[in-house]
T-cell receptor, first 115, second 113 residues
Framework: EAGVTQFPSHSVIEKGQTVTLRCDPISGHDNLYWYRRVMGKEIKFLLH????????ESGMPNNRFLAERTGGTYSTLKVQPAELEDSGVYFCASSHGGAGTDTQYFGPGTRLTVL | SQKIEQNSEALNIQEGKTATLTCNYTNYSPAYLQWYRQDPGRGPVFLLL?????KEKRKERLKVTFDTTLKQSLFHITASQPADSATYLC????????????FGTGTQLKVEL
């Protein structure tokens, strides 16, 4: 079974440009999460989808970030316009959902560098 | 505000010894506490989950304790091996199912021959 995949693995952009990150969750997983780790800090939650609906977007830093999950499959996270402080590693995770404990499976991350 | 602290210093131990990592938290009442392993260039990998009403959980060479009075979890790796070298993250979760994780900064473990 394929794990969570993310694209691209690295992205280097200029301040003010737009970048779109993509996450493909494990097939059949209803829950999809975005997290971010900036240099020297802990991994922080950004938002959570259940299928195509945003369940919790309390961690989104500001309105320059837009996440979508059309059709409840893959998700994109767009940053527009990018700022220097957006640099970091963006992780996507997915989980099956349902009753009981629900393990989150993480992708390898996208390293974003804003110059 | 919520705070999760893990040993900020890297932990170096000799092969065969037991590694003990600490996770302390404040201003939080998690229902579940999870431990993850992260290797360079990779995402976190789930290792163990312990519930608030459990004192201890084991899996092979791994053991986790959870003391909600002290607000602390200890993570032990017995008979450590160089392949155990990685960063270990603790993460707190209020519901255990379909909810966001709150991570600590992680502790880097190096197991030397």
């Amino acid at each position: 079974e394929a794990g969570v995949t993310q694209f691209p693995s690295h992205s280097v952009i200029e301040k003010g440009q737009t970048v779109t990150l993509r996450c493909d969750p494990i097939s059949g997983h209803d829950n999809l999460y975005w997290y971010r780790r900036v240099m020297g800090k802990e991994i922080k939650f950004l938002l959570h989808f259940v299928k195509e609906s945003k369940q919790d977007e309390s961690g989104m830093p500001n309105n320059r970030f837009l996440a979508e999950r059309t059709g409840g499959t893959y998700s994109t996270l767009k940053v527009q316009p990018a700022e220097l402080e957006d640099s970091g590693v963006y992780f996507c995770a997915s989980s099956h959902g349902g009753a009981g404990t629900d393990t989150q499976y993480f992708g390898p991350g996208t390293r974003l560098t804003v110059l | 505000s919520q705070k999760i602290e893990q040993n900020s210093e890297a932990l170096n131990i000799q092969e065969g010894k037991t590694a003990t990592l600490t996770c302390n938290y404040t201003n939080y009442s998690p229902a579940y506490l999870q431990w993850y392993r992260q290797d360079p260039g990779r995402g976190p990998v789930f290792l163990l989950l312990i519930r608030e009403n459990e004192k201890e959980k084991r899996k092979e060479r791994l053991k986790v304790t959870f003391d909600t009075t002290l607000k602390q979890s200890l993570f032990h790796i017995t008979a450590s091996q160089p392949a155990d070298s990685a960063t270990y993250l603790c993460a707190l979760d209020r519901t255990g199912g379909g909810n966001k994780l709150t991570f600590g900064t992680g502790t880097q473990l190096k197991v030397e021959l």
